[in-house]
């Protein structure tokens, strides 16, 4: 069995609703709300606000004892809180500079993501070089990644330098960054070598593996693993080869509105990787990503900060 699998930070912005004030993320009028055993500040985007702070995760969270608090970027960071946990989704290199210094007075406070494992999901070739190095050999299945090549300037270089890798098309490429914007998440198809130069570098060309037209996502938060089906695209065959000529952009995959776990599928295609190459898998490669789309993720991510919760007090209670 192959797993083909792409991380993607991407987070659907809902076109309706609006941004979450500090009165919404307070107790209800009228009702005593427990003493929080957690406090997370957040620092977010207002697409990632409306997408991943939603009113179940909410009342769910303060049902739990846990309470979301809005971190004030203009102010310093070490004058608010105090916090057990910080999560955020900013990428400017001087906050996570304020997130390193701070984590370094705090270490005690759990940071998600670690500004270290956001910069290796951020870079395309680095994410997929973390797969690439892991030794998962016969390991319940077959675990491989598509052979790559990184271009970063010279949109005339790029057929040599194809040539000269001696990769197959076609290709996938794909911004080297993932910068948050919707053109770090475009995606074309060059079924030509002449082609190539039409691209525009920094970018990232991947060898296109044929996987039915399916991609398997997998979300890890804590110890929980849950997997989902994504329609992906479809095969290329002899005919798309000798028929097809320059460079595609491709249409948004692996999103929720892509699901295929209530599709009739091949059971061939639509069989789930084996559980304990799942386990290992997140063993590994435990990282940044999006759980804004990820069916549940509500009752998952309270459950991973009650453990959190539960870890310190562990430590509070042993003197560590």
């Not at 091949?266 to 990787?273: M, R, S, V």
Request: include cysteine.
């Amino acid at each position: 069995m192959r797993l083909h699998a792409e991380v993607l930070d991407e987070l659907e912005e809902s076109e309706e609703g609006a941004l979450m004030s500090s009165a919404a993320l307070s107790p209800i009028i009228g009702a005593v709300a427990p003493a929080p055993r957690l406090v997370v500040g957040y620092a977010l985007t207002k697409k990632k606000v409306k997408s991943f702070l939603q009113p179940k995760l909410l009342l769910l969270a303060r049902k739990n004892g846990i309470s979301f608090v809005s971190i004030d970027e203009s102010l310093p960071l070490s004058e608010q809180g105090p916090f057990d946990v910080i999560l955020h989704k900013i990428t400017r290199k001087e906050w996570q500079q304020v997130l390193e210094d701070y984590h370094e007075e705090h270490p005690e406070v759990t940071v998600l993501d670690p500004p270290n494992a956001i910069k290796h999901l951020n870079n395309r070739q680095s994410m997929l070089e973390e797969v690439a190095d892991l030794n998962l050999s016969n390991f319940y299945g077959e675990v491989c990644t598509p052979r790559q090549l990184v271009i970063t300037e010279d949109p005339s270089s790029i057929p040599t330098a194809v040539a000269m890798a001696g990769l197959t098309l076609p290709l996938v490429a794909k911004p080297l960054v993932v910068d948050g914007t919707s053109k770090g998440h475009e995606l074309y198809l060059a079924y030509d070598e002449a082609s190539l130069s039409m691209l525009d570098p920094p970018l990232v060309l991947q060898e296109f593996i044929n996987h039915g037209g399916i991609l398997f996502k997998v979300y890890i938060i804590g110890e929980t693993i849950q997997v989902v089906r994504r329609f992906s695209l479809p095969d290329v065959n002899t005919y798309d080869l000798l028929n097809n000529v320059g460079v595609y952009r491709l249409p948004r995959v692996s999103c929720a509105a892509a699901s295929a776990d209530d599709a009739d599928l091949d059971p061939l295609i639509a069989e789930l990787p084996p559980r304990p190459l799942l386990e290992k898998l997140g063993r590994e490669l435990r990282g940044s990503a999006g759980y804004g789309k990820m069916p549940g993720y509500e009752h998952m991510f309270t459950d991973f900060l009650l453990s959190l919760a539960q870890s310190k007090y562990k430590r509070y209670l042993s003197g560590t």
